[in-house]
């Protein structure tokens, strides 16, 4: 069992950055495949982006340029770097941690891109 913490959302001017952060407790950390999804009020849980344990990465088309994902397996850490925000990145965004057949999921921080 992996239990996923995340943080770091909130309110942000279009234009703005964030930066989430999701913790994982287990010490098998890089055993994982980390992801960020997200989930919009009324559409389906989308992908933004993944990273593997050796650093290897999936931006997707809609976030690439703007948002950056990192781990630090030192300190069981992902990361989602977001610039450049604007209303259509607002939405639910979750952690994943995926091995083989089995995948866990953080609780959701939100992040709201308004003036």
């Known amino acids: 069992q992996v239990q996923l913490v995340e943080s770091g959302g909130g309110l942000v001017q279009p234009g703005g950055s964030l930066r989430l952060s999701c913790a994982a407790s287990r010490s098998t950390f890089s055993d994982y495949v980390m992801g960020w999804y997200r989930q919009a009020p009324g559409k389906q849980r989308e992908l933004v982006a993944s990273?593997?344990?050796?650093?290897?990465?999936i931006v997707a088309r809609s976030v690439k340029g703007r948002f950056t994902i990192s781990r630090d397996n030192a300190k069981n850490t992902v990361y989602l770097e977001m610039k450049s925000l604007n209303p259509e990145d607002t939405a639910v965004y979750y952690c994943?941690?995926?091995?083989?057949?089995?995948?866990?999921w953080g609780q959701g921080t939100q992040v709201t891109v308004s003036l």
């Open positions: 990273i593997t344990s050796g650093g290897s990465t």
């Open positions: 994943n941690a995926r091995a083989s057949v089995v995948a866990y």
